[in-house]
């Protein structure tokens, strides 16, 4: 499965102790990925959100931004801040890792980080930051997650800090709780990617609830990811958000839970191409139990999970049940079609009572 100058603040801080959780306004965070370079931003239904994440400022070893007209944006938050939605510049991204700890080794490295990422920050008006450190997998990224959220944190104290945190203890064991609830102010739950290309056998890519015969059941679902960050390792509840995918995974297996006889034709599909699947033969199958559904198609030896707008309900409503913060969504591009965001739409409809 994350600065304005001066006072303004992305999300507030989260409330004090005799507050209930979900006394703080909700969050509707969408991530808008970098590479979706278009100048008008049409692609942005943006009163659908209270806060985007602009995805990612990437950085060589040395703590050198790397240059991308794309990243930063002053149109993205200037047309963001029109409609009253607040901006994160998120940073990092899929494999990050090494550079984030051959940055955080060095002191010198470090410092020129950080200081570009906030001058950054500063000169598009965005209104806080996102770290997104992938994978954590060892003692190394446990210190080093600390040392850059604690440097920023000094570089940044008024702007709001989210993480992208992954979904399972498989790499969230390697992150101290106790230090970091001090440097970030949110959590971005991966609650997605469950099963995929990667893995021993065909699974929903982000089931709601487990899957009874699914040998990874037991964690490999939405409800499990958030519940092991706020029960197991004690991150506050109002301080969580649950994420919500605008992709599905295919997979060349006939059922569930098999082994895959091969490369899948639809690898990765876009909430957008869905409908383009169904005209073409493909149907729908709803999945009570796990809270997806499924798509396959007679004579195809191959099954989809996928996310559309009842499932994406179900999620929103079961966010707002469990007193999270906010829901948000990777990535807001793969779910625009006519003009709006349908995965978005229903969930964030669920999750706010509206």
Not at 174 to 180: I, N, R, S
Not at 251 to 275: L, M, N, P, Y
């Amino acid at each position: 499965m994350r600065i304005a100058l001066g006072l303004v603040l992305l999300l507030a801080p989260a409330p004090p102790p005799q507050q209930k959780p979900g006394a703080a306004p909700r969050s509707v965070l969408g991530y808008y990925p970098s590479w979706v370079a278009h100048p008008n931003l049409r692609e942005i239904r943006f009163d659908r959100f209270t806060h985007l994440a602009h995805a990612f400022l990437k950085s060589d070893r040395d703590g050198n931004l790397i240059e991308d007209k794309a990243i930063p944006s002053p149109e993205l938050t200037r047309r963001a801040h029109e409609t009253g939605v607040k901006v994160l510049l998120s940073l990092g991204g899929a494999g990050s890792a090494k550079a984030f700890r051959a940055v955080v080794a060095s002191p010198e490295a470090l410092r020129r980080y950080v200081a570009g990422v906030a001058k950054a920050v500063g000169d598009a008006g965005y209104d806080g930051v996102d770290v997104d450190w992938e994978p954590t997998e060892r003692e190394e990224d446990r210190k080093g997650l600390i040392a850059l959220t604690g440097a920023l944190r000094e570089q940044l104290p008024w702007n709001t800090m989210t993480a992208a945190a992954p979904g399972s203890d498989w790499y969230g064991r390697w992150w101290d709780v106790g230090a970091l609830t001090r440097n970030v102010d949110f959590l971005n739950v991966m609650s997605y990617d469950f099963h995929g290309p990667w893995s021993e056998h065909a699974g929903h890519n982000a089931a709601l609830h487990a899957a009874p015969d699914d040998e990874d059941g037991a964690v490999a679902n939405a409800s499990a990811a958030l519940t092991y960050w706020a029960d197991t390792r004690k991150w506050p509840r109002e301080r969580l958000q649950m994420g919500i995918p605008c992709y599905g995974r295919g997979f060349a297996v006939k059922s569930w839970h098999q082994k895959a006889a091969g490369k899948a034709t639809h690898e990765s599909i876009d909430a957008h191409d869905v409908r383009g699947l169904i005209e073409d033969g493909w149907r729908r199958a709803w999945d009570a139990k796990v809270g997806v559904p499924t798509l396959l198609k007679e004579g195809v030896a191959e099954l989809i999970s996928y996310e559309d707008a009842e499932s994406a309900a179900l999620k929103g409503a079961w966010a707002r049940e469990k007193g999270l913060r906010g829901i948000f969504f990777w990535n807001i591009e793969q779910d625009w079609a006519d003009g709006d965001h349908e995965i978005v739409k229903s969930a964030a409809a669920a999750f706010l009572g509206r």
